[in-house]
Nanobody
């Protein structure tokens, strides 16, 4: 059974940066893509970014375009989310997940079967 483990969260001031990491233990990342989602206080879990394992192409939600960059390191079985120019609205628990449903949109929570435990990101104003 694969486990996804996130790290890199923390407390940062607005305008600052953090880099999140997600490593798959036990095997390579399952599925066709890996995504980052976030869930803020009192909010539903929402899509942030995803990367395709076959093409390396990335997709981002509009609110993070130009500020966040997702990448992968196949040799380390790890994906990253570089977050720059952070805003208080970015405060949330960030989760990485593996997309295993081939016919569901990459931005949908339901497309992902494997989830990490989450890492807290807090941006102070």
């Amino acid at each position: 059974q694969v486990q996804l483990v996130e790290s890199g969260g923390g407390l940062v001031q607005a305008g600052g940066s953090l880099r999140l990491s997600c490593t798959a233990s036990g095997r390579t990342f399952p599925g066709s893509a890996t995504g980052w989602f976030r869930q803020g206080p009192g909010k539903e879990r929402e899509f942030v970014a995803a990367i395709s394992w076959s093409t390396g192409s990335t997709v981002y939600t509009d609110s993070v375009k130009g500020r966040f960059t997702m990448s992968r390191d196949n040799s380390k079985n790890t994906v990253y989310l570089q977050m720059n120019s952070l805003k208080p609205d970015d405060t949330a628990v960030y989760y990485c997940a593996a997309k295993t449903s081939p016919f569901t949109s990459i931005i949908m929570v339901s497309a992902y079967s494997y989830w990490g435990q989450g890492t807290q990101v807090t941006v102070s104003s």
